[in-house]
């Protein structure tokens, strides 16, 4: 049977990109993009879209017949700074929109669902340098709360009813074509772009708040890679670690000043400094890279390197 995927939250930051990349993979007509609300962007106008709302078990369970939906992409969910603004909604969103889509795979209507968790699983009491697989996890957040928990349902699922699903614990990602989110490490994304346009930036964290980060082209190989591996070879069935860098904001002002000398950078943390401060500052990620076969491509100069690249080029024409 072929494969035939449904992103739910296609048009959020890593959303876009999975979408665009998943249909280069396996064709346009076998990937259904959806999301909460219809947006005049690419991922709604080059291919098959579907307005869902990923609480509504009906709509999904609805789609994947329609279309004999195989694999699910749950992309949906409320990040860490924004959650803390609507704990209860965030609850709401991150469980049981994964619940619906456990239940459709359990029910036999899919066979196959990538759910992401985060750092955010992580906290205060977690060894921050080198945060191996198994670790202390005492999330702070709401956010780290719900994927935390997230991870126990999705290995539960696979143990008691053989449900396969796989997930990874995204780092901050970092991305050119969509612009920072409500994450609390988008300031990485922000930086690149005052860089280009003011010349100078203020970090909402501290300059040696170090933390794991990704170039989004990382993150969709490394999702696209553990959904494509074999069911053997995926041995963690909660979440892996998974790692490419790790840097502080006076690091990346740093690599940004041997593109931009004149750049500048003052730093003024707020409510997101206590969240940055419960999170691991590197990841260990050897499972990931010995169990599937994971490895990055781009580290802090390969990455900026291509951010001003695709700014420039892409975004403010320069």
Request: charged share 20%; proline share 5%.
């Amino acid at each position: 049977m072929d494969t035939k995927i449904l992103i739910i939250g296609a048009c959020g930051q890593i959303g876009t990109e999975l979408t665009q990349k998943l249909r280069e993979t396996y064709g346009v007509d076998n990937v259904v993009a959806s999301d909460i609300r219809k947006l005049n962007i690419d991922v709604v106008n080059e291919g098959i879209f579907e307005v869902v709302n990923a609480l509504d078990y009906n709509q999904i369970e609805f789609l994947v017949e329609k279309y004999q939906i195989t694999d699910v992409y749950l992309m949906a969910a409320l990040l860490s700074a924004t959650a803390e603004k609507n704990p209860a909604f965030a609850w709401d969103l991150n469980m049981n929109s994964l619940f619906h889509v456990l239940n459709l795979a359990k029910a036999g209507k899919i066979k196959k669902i990538y759910w992401p968790s985060s750092i955010a699983v992580f906290g205060p009491t977690t060894p921050r340098d080198n945060t191996p697989q198994y670790t202390i996890m005492e999330p702070s957040t709401v956010y780290g709360i719900s994927k935390q928990t997230g991870e126990r349902w999705c290995e539960y699922y696979h143990k008691q009813y053989g449900v396969d699903v796989r997930s990874l614990r995204y780092p901050g990602l970092i991305s050119w074509s969509t612009p920072p989110g409500g994450g609390t490490t988008d300031y990485a994304v922000d930086i690149y772009h005052k860089a280009i346009t003011e010349g100078t930036f203020t970090s909402f964290l501290s300059e040696n708040s170090g933390l794991p980060m990704m170039y989004m082209d990382d993150a969709i190989k490394a999702t696209i890679g553990i959904m494509q591996a074999p069911a053997e070879d995926i041995k963690i069935r909660s979440s892996y670690n998974l790692s490419a860098m790790s840097f502080t904001p006076a690091e990346i002002a740093e690599e940004i000043k041997k593109h931009y000398p004149d750049f500048t950078i003052d730093y003024v943390p707020d409510f997101r400094q206590q969240i940055a401060d419960s999170w691991p500052a590197s990841i260990d990620d050897t499972c990931a890279r010995q169990d599937w076969g994971w490895q990055n491509d781009f580290d802090l100069e390969t990455m900026t390197v291509e951010m001003f690249k695709q700014l420039n080029e892409n975004v403010y024409n320069n």
